[in-house]
């Protein structure tokens, strides 16, 4: 059943699975993918299933995050059923616990433990009620679930994100953002980037120019965040605003030793595309994940993280509308 609603929200809402728009194709059966949304937040999650299990480890930035089932990730490796992304906040760590009885239930109720791991953003920014990703609406994102596409932009658990408000006292404005992925293929070797942005910090393309966030609404330009201090000497900033997170899942086929290394390498690259990145108010979290299911000699450790970092800042680019960026 859905939460209870307020007096304000006098309707219960209303699962919505169908992601219309621009998607990203990709080729990788040991994955599935699904995104289940709250047009009356709005709000959503977004579902990644490992149907043969997996390994996977957490990189942790940033001073505002919210997880659960976090012990071990952050420190070691460890098996994976799923993912589960969210807005709503600390509510929303619910649709987290959507997917894990949904897994509960496909087994027969058996007592292998379901290990779903969940993150979330805070996503009520320009929105006056409180609903939120609940359990309910967990287990239909996992049910959606199925390989091969990956819905781009303003969906699952980007549904209602954005990139580039830490520039608020200068006059500019933040941009809409959402979810983004990109997928390569090296050799036997699959590389896949799931990103939801809703960062502080503005979206940088590989040229240097800021493609989304900071943006001017005079002129339309938009500005780098050391431009808009260098403008503002005489004025101190104030302290930036909470509810900014980014959240990445990076998932390989391919065995690979010491998968902490490699997550680190990835995240830290990603300051690249994000500008500022990992800042106190940020909640930054990426999840490596291996399904085991290939080596690959000619493609070591370091290679692997150069080439998941180019992924990852083709996936931030991909988060948001680019007809909608000058």
């Not at 940033?62 to 012990?71: N, P, R, V």
């Not at 987290?96 to 805070?122: D, H, I």
């Not at 086929?253 to 690249?272: D, F, V």
């Amino acid at each position: 059943m859905p939460y209870p609603t307020t007096s304000d929200e006098p309707c219960a809402p209303v699962p919505v699975t169908v992601a219309q728009g621009a998607s990203l194709a990709f080729d990788f059966p040991g994955l599935h993918v699904g995104v289940a949304e709250y047009a009356e937040g709005p709000t959503g999650c977004t579902v990644f299933y490992f149907p043969e299990r997996a390994t996977g480890v957490a990189d942790v930035r940033g001073g505002l995050h919210a997880t659960i089932y976090m012990d071990y990730l952050p420190h070691q490796e460890d098996v994976i059923d799923a993912i589960c992304f969210a807005g709503g906040s600390l509510y929303g760590l619910e649709a987290a616990t959507g997917v894990s009885a949904e897994l509960l239930a496909r087994r027969g109720m058996s007592p292998v433990m379901a290990k779903v791991a969940g993150a979330v953003c805070y996503d009520f920014h320009g929105r006056d009620n409180r609903v939120y990703p609940d359990k309910a609406l967990g287990q239909v994102a996992l049910r959606a679930a199925q390989p091969g596409r990956f819905p781009l932009g303003a969906h699952g658990a980007g549904r209602n994100t954005g990139c580039g408000g830490g520039a608020w006292f200068a006059g500019l404005q933040h941009e809409t953002a959402g979810q983004g992925a990109a997928f390569r293929q090296i050799g036997p070797t699959k590389i896949g980037v799931f990103s939801v942005v809703n960062a502080l910090g503005a979206i940088v393309d590989r040229s240097g120019r800021v493609v989304r966030g900071h943006l001017d609404p005079n002129s339309g330009q938009r500005h780098h965040y050391g431009e808009i201090l260098d403008g503002h000497k005489r004025v101190p900033a104030p302290e930036p605003p909470e509810g900014n997170t980014t959240l990445t899942v990076v998932v390989i086929n391919q065995k690979a030793r010491h998968l902490g290394q490699l997550a680190r390498q990835i995240h830290t690259s990603m300051a690249r595309a994000i500008q500022p990145f990992h800042t106190e108010a940020d909640g930054d979290i990426l999840y490596l994940v291996t399904t085991n299911e290939v080596a690959n000699e000619e493609l070591n450790a370091v290679s692997l993280g150069v080439i998941a970092s180019e992924v990852a800042w083709d996936a931030v680019l991909c988060s948001y509308d680019q007809s909608a960026a000058s």
